[in-house]
């Protein structure tokens, strides 16, 4: 996998399988498609400082999160992160398996793709166009829930009384995200072999233990899931044409 548009096309062979089998996953996968794509569209568009890096850097982002989904279908050995939000239990709202999905991907996928691309003292290079795909990232989360709205409406319910979703289920914060994500990728790329595994598995642990506030959060939000869940009515083809359109 070269190029944005295969990573595109195996996110949509992902998405035709979940939507086949009514897999709950496809929900974070049907989110990151629309954030791949519009990361394209604005290459195409040269709105980055380096559009060729910029595909690079999006090729190994996404395939980090597709090694993670071929991976757990192979029973290979995958990221702690990535198998906690696999893993959700049934009773997690969609809500929930996106932004567990986005836990895993953000804190621990988008570091390891930047320091992959821009190795050493050069990945301070990659600054400006790392917070650019992290607006991208932020502005589709407002558009998954701005869809959830529509194809969920106890998501609406739970927006207008307890404010944003992804702050109510998980406290996480992707303003708080993108700067350890940085943070996290500028320690990696001037790292050592032994010290880079280091750091990469105490972040997967973190990240890890964040994904499983987010699916088994404190009392008081379980209880509002068990209010929730038997209501919701969100459907992953209606969230994917809410996504697209």
């Keep these: ?17 979940a939507l086949e ?27 980055f400082d380096d559009c060729a890096r910029m595909e690079r850097f999006d090729v190994a982002f996404a395939r980090l999160y597709l090694d993670a989904a071929d991976g757990l279908e192979k029973g290979t050995e995958i990221s ?17 398996h996106v932004m567990a999905g986005m836990n895993a991907h953000i804190n621990l996928d988008l570091g390891l793709a930047a320091a992959g691309v821009q190795q050493g003292a050069a990945v301070s290079d990659l600054r400006d166009d790392f917070e650019r795909l992290n607006d991208v990232l932020a502005a589709m989360i407002d558009r998954m829930q701005d869809a959830l709205t529509h194809t969920a409406p106890w998501t609406a319910v739970v927006d207008t009384w307890f404010g944003p979703v992804d702050e109510l289920v998980s406290g996480w914060s992707i303003e708080y995200a993108r700067g350890r994500a940085w943070s996290f990728a500028e320690r990696l790329a001037l790292a050592g072999d032994r010290e880079r595994q280091s750091l990469v598995d105490a972040r997967d642990a973190r990240v890890a233990a964040i994904g499983r506030g987010i699916l088994d959060p404190p009392l008081p939000l379980q209880w509002l899931n068990t209010l929730i869940a038997p209501q919701e009515r969100a459907n992953l083809r209606a969230v994917v044409h809410a996504l697209v359109d």
């Design 80 to 96: 702690r992160s990535w198998r906690v939000a696999f893993e959700a239990p049934p009773s997690a709202l969609v809500i929930q």
């Design 1 to 17: 996998m070269d190029t944005i548009d295969q990573a595109i096309a195996a996110m949509d062979r992902r998405i035709d399988r």
């Design 21 to 47: 089998t009514g897999d709950p996953s496809g929900y974070f996968t049907c989110v990151y498609r629309a954030v791949t794509a519009r990361v394209r569209d604005g290459i195409l568009a040269g709105e």
